[in-house]
């Protein structure tokens, strides 16, 4: 047990920054962020059904951004081989991979009871009042460049 508490606390050398634990990371962390910042911005849209979808999506590709970021910002420390506050040091990549797998299990405990139950809160207040007829007495016109219509006859 004690080599494994050396090697999480031991920033790794020069030639084993990538070695399979590394590898292991790079490829977990860079597709992690990039989907992440895709599903926060406009891929949210075209993967939700509804609105309540749509705002879980971006919230937990919000947090999916911060988890994956924070990998890759001591994943960075790793390779440049800086070791401020021993950030170069394998427990923290560890513990961002457990950050990681506890986020996974959380958005997936979502779909299953609290989705359901949420959605069939908010449905009927969305249907009370559909969002295609509030914007149907919108001008498209700048807000000082409306003309009323009663002045606009003659």
């Keep these: 047990m004690g080599s494994f508490w050396t090697w999480l606390s031991t920033p790794p050398d020069k030639g084993d920054v990538l070695d399979p634990f590394g590898l292991f990371c790079l490829v977990l962390l860079v597709p992690g962020f990039v989907i992440s910042a ?6 949210g849209d075209q993967l939700a059904r509804d609105l309540v979808q749509l705002a879980r999506v971006r919230y937990k590709a919000t947090i999916g951004l911060w ?14 081989q800086i070791n401020p506050l021993s950030f170069g040091e394998p427990k ?16 997936v405990d979502w779909l299953r009871p609290d ?3 949420e959605l069939a809160r908010r449905v009927p207040a969305d249907t009370a009042y559909p969002r295609v007829d509030l914007g149907s007495q ?12 009663t002045s606009a006859q003659k």
């Design 92 to 107: 923290w990549l560890v513990g961002c991979v457990v950050a990681i797998l506890f986020a996974a299990a959380r958005c």
């Design 67 to 80: 988890v994956f970021g924070t990998g890759l910002f001591f994943f960075g420390a790793r390779v440049m």
């Design 115 to 117: 989705y359901p139950a």
């Design 138 to 149: 919108v001008s498209g016109a700048p807000a000082g460049q409306t003309i009323p219509q």
């Design 38 to 43: 895709y599903l926060a911005g406009p891929g």
